[in-house]
């Protein structure tokens, strides 16, 4: 299959993995300005299951509040919507994937590596003290590789032919996708940011994770997510379709400041935030 | 080579003159050592001397291995994972820095085995 002929594949997927519903609208709601804590709140509240996830990540120790936060109304006074909002983003994203049980790219191994990104990002933009919100960082990792998870979902045989690339070469899932098509998942995931109408930042750093001197604008969020990308496979948690790691960006190196030192604060802190981040390691299993 | 006065072993052969207090020779070079003269090192208060011959190969690396190991307990499996992980970037002194820091964070980070 050519490069047209897998765009117009992928233009004609009827069943794209959603986001629930309330989620979309708690996306608009926070958007604009006239919104209030008790609008949020019941959007949330009205659906059970989101509340029950959405509590649970909101009282773990990740976000570490010394009381108990009983209400989602509670949260959003507490957390704001920002937080509130990414953290409905990712008690949603697990569950939205019903991966095909023999894919040759693991499901949860994804989320894995996935959500294990998205906490180095968090770090790497609180240690860095950038005007990078830090949720976003958190949130822009968790959805860097969107695109794999429609090749998984979506489009088995063309993961399959990638797959067998990366086995047979022992390369990057990212190369072996450039050698069947002039496109890979970077590109597959910028088109379903879109149709999620997420925030422009975030679709360049989706877009350009693995060229981040390519993004136009702000370069931070793609530097973040390209250093994010290969912290986590550095880590060795998750997996995203391969088992080597790309060569970090000089650039990124530089401009991140990732000096011995400072990765040795990082790797610290990623670390203890791992342990910090159980429940939303259980939330991939219990929705997959 | 240098050996403590307790590693001295009858026969070995003394490569620097032993001198005392005033500086006179008490042993000349070519000497080999006996057990009379352990005894007379000894009480002269001798720390150690110079003798013919090289360090035994063996013996420095046991000393190699246990200095490794003092300072953390590698996980071996760990190092071989990460190592081959890295196998095609390693040439990058950023990459090769941030595998070794891997390396260090995880041996140190993961839980003792019960
Ligand atoms: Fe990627
Ligand atoms: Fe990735």
């Not at chain 1, 240690?127 to 822009?140: G, H, T, W």
């Not at chain 1, 973040?224 to 496979?233: F, K, M, S």
Request: net charge neutral; hydrophobic share 40%.
């Amino acid at each position: 299959m050519d490069s047209l002929n897998l765009r117009n594949r992928i233009e004609s997927i009827d069943d794209l993995p959603t986001l629930p519903v309330v989620v979309t609208q708690i996306l608009q709601a926070t958007k604009s300005l006239s919104t209030n804590a008790n609008d949020v709140g019941k959007l949330i509240s009205d659906d059970q299951s989101l509340t029950v996830k959405v509590l649970k990540l909101v009282n773990s120790p990740f976000y570490g509040f010394p009381q108990k936060i009983k209400t989602i109304t509670h949260a959003i006074v507490i957390l704001g919507f920002a937080k509130v909002k990414n953290i409905v983003l990712a008690a949603s994203v697990f569950g939205m994937t019903k991966g095909p049980k023999n894919s040759t790219v693991d499901i949860c191994s994804l989320w894995e590596h996935a959500l294990t990104t998205g906490i180095v990002c968090r770090q790497l933009a609180k240690l860095r003290n950038s005007k990078l919100d830090i949720e976003e960082a958190f949130v822009a990792g968790l959805l860097h590789d969107l695109g794999k998870v429609i090749l998984i979902c979506n489009l088995e045989d063309i993961c399959e032919q990638v797959s067998a690339i990366v086995r047979e070469k022992d390369c990057l899932f990212y190369e072996a996708e450039k050698e069947l098509f002039d496109f890979g998942h970077d590109k597959i995931g910028v088109w379903l940011a879109e149709k999620w109408n997420l925030n422009p930042d975030m679709i360049e750093g989706i877009k350009c994770h693995h060229q981040p001197q390519k993004a136009r604008g702000d370069k931070l969020m793609a530097y973040i997510l390209h250093a994010g990308d290969i912290i986590a496979r550095a880590l060795d948690v998750g997996n995203g379709g391969d088992n080597k790691i790309p060569l970090m960006d000089p650039k990124v190196a530089e401009e991140l400041d990732l000096t011995t030192e400072n990765l040795d604060k990082l790797m610290i802190s990623v670390l203890a935030e791992l342990d910090k981040a159980k429940d939303f390691f259980d939330l991939i299993h219990d929705q997959n | 080579m240098i050996k403590l006065i307790e590693d001295l072993k009858t026969g070995d052969v003394i490569k620097s003159e032993i001198k005392d207090g005033t500086g006179r020779v008490v042993v000349k070079i070519g000497s080999k050592v006996t057990p009379l003269l352990l005894k007379r090192l000894a009480k002269w208060g001798v720390k150690n001397v110079e003798i013919e011959g090289q360090e035994p190969k063996v013996e420095a690396k046991k000393v190699e291995k246990v200095a490794e190991k003092k300072p953390q307990n590698i996980n071996k499996e760990l190092v071989i994972r990460i190592a081959k992980k890295f196998s095609r970037v390693r040439e990058d002194p950023f990459m090769d820095k941030l595998m070794k820091l891997t390396i260090k964070h995880l041996s140190a980070h993961a839980k003792p085995e019960s």
